[in-house]
């Protein structure tokens, strides 16, 4: 079995990489939080530093905040120069495409190759094993790191070329972040309306607007229920990544600017730490309910 | 059985109608375009003017195309003089809920019932009685019409007072309207930055992102199939009507209004007969794809 470098263990990475240990996988860590040791309490071995982690591992997988922490293990802690040629690095964060595509070329120049992976699914999808995971990077590299992935993961998709995983992750982020702006503007309208939401979801799961944001949102915003979940501030980053890379590419999202500006009106309120599904809230409130 | 006079005959209309004529209900017609004179082979009969048509039906059916066309059968050809006490008049059009208020107010003056009852499920719905029906007046009328909506629909929901089926109807067209954009503005990021929009739609399905739009409106964009289903310019109607209604209730609703603009955009260029699946090809027009 190759032995696996885990850099990140928060509240994704550590049920995560507590799959891989359960799985029968050697499993290396770094930091020396609560969740480290709640893993090394499972079998994990920890590491002084990422060059020992990287001595050590076949397949280095990172689940990281963002792009700069990413960025900061691999070239300014010297991961890049530590890990060995041969190995595989797997980046599971929601970062930058473009980020993604750079790692991909600076370590295929050191004989090391690279897949970006980033998830959807959760916390609850973390823990059952069940994330989606969205794959960009050589055919060869997903086939070596697909038994690890199944470890994690449920709906296993190789997109395509390097960066493509990270493509699909924003597509997802941008789909359900509109479709939540969706249903909130719907729902308000309603609940100004004097009618009854309940009904309205009822009626609309029924038929075309159909989705499961309307059936699992939907139920939350009547039940007033926005208890993260997916915090708005988490889903504000992956916004972040969205616009940028459709200005990379100079695709206009109207639909996004909008919802990411709501979040923000969110966030500058305090609340960013409420489930995303607190659009709602910000609607109502600028509608007087 | 009750005797029911159906007013528009249109492609929702008419198969509609055909459904109440072939379930054994005596349907009085008014048109003599091509779809009544295919109705009154199944047994529909033409009626000279409105009001012999009221005199003859306990429950009159109206499937319009706006408010206006309602409006002017009900109170300019007289049909609010002609109906009989005790009769129901059923609207079965997308208008205003403002508009199904004040019909129901003015009829039941006159001891008429009434209720507003918009569909969905466009005229593949309608052909294969199967539309979702949106309904909005009091339990008694409501009761007294669900054998007639059975013949024409499966999603049958009572939502509430006067106008509520309207503003259900709104909220539906709200939520696909939006869900749209969010595929559009999706798949075209996509697809600008090389990725596999089959791929992409088929990760996403797997996932959070899952909707009914995204599986038949995904393939649509994939497929290049722009042929409607429901156009444009009609949808932008129904946008109209949503938009208006949350500028009465005091509701803003920002994607709305951004889905909207692009559906005028496409008007203008002059393909508002197009699918509405076609904001992304707006989309990938304005990103030079």
Do not use: W
Request: proline share 4%.
């Amino acid at each position: 079995m190759e032995k696996i470098g885990f850099i990140g263990l928060g509240i994704m990475g550590k049920p995560m990489a507590t799959h891989l240990v359960k799985a029968g996988y050697p499993v290396f860590v770094l930091s020396s939080s609560a969740n480290a040791a709640a893993l090394m309490k499972e079998g994990a071995v920890l590491m002084n530093n990422s060059k020992e982690l990287a001595g050590n591992a076949d397949i280095i997988i990172t689940m990281l905040p963002d792009s700069p922490e990413v960025e900061s293990v691999l070239f300014k802690d010297g991961l890049e120069h530590s890990m060995i040629p041969g190995s595989l690095f797997i980046d599971m964060s929601t970062i930058a495409p473009a980020t993604s595509i750079a790692i991909f070329n600076t370590l295929q120049q050191k004989g090391i190759g690279s897949l970006d992976a980033p998830v959807s699914g959760g916390q609850t999808g973390a823990e059952a094993a069940t994330l989606s995971i969205m794959v960009g990077g050589s055919e060869t590299a997903f086939k070596r790191a697909l038994p690890v992935f199944e470890k994690m993961g449920k709906n296993i998709v190789h997109i395509g070329k390097p960066g493509s995983g990270q493509i699909t992750k924003a597509c997802n982020q941008i789909v359900v972040g509109l479709t939540i702006q969706a249903i909130a503007e719907a729902l308000t309208l309603a609940k100004k309306s004097g009618v009854d939401i309940a009904k309205v979801r009822a009626a609309l799961l029924g038929g075309f607007a159909q989705s499961k944001i309307l059936d699992l949102h939907g139920q939350r915003i009547i039940d007033r229920n926005f208890k993260p979940g997916f915090k708005i501030k988490l889903h504000r980053k992956d916004m972040k990544i969205a616009l940028q890379t459709g200005r990379e590419v100079s695709v206009p999202l109207p639909g996004t600017v909008v919802v990411a500006s709501q979040m923000d009106a969110i966030i500058a309120k305090g609340d960013g730490d409420l489930d995303h599904s607190a659009l709602a809230l910000y609607l109502e409130s600028v509608s007087g309910l």
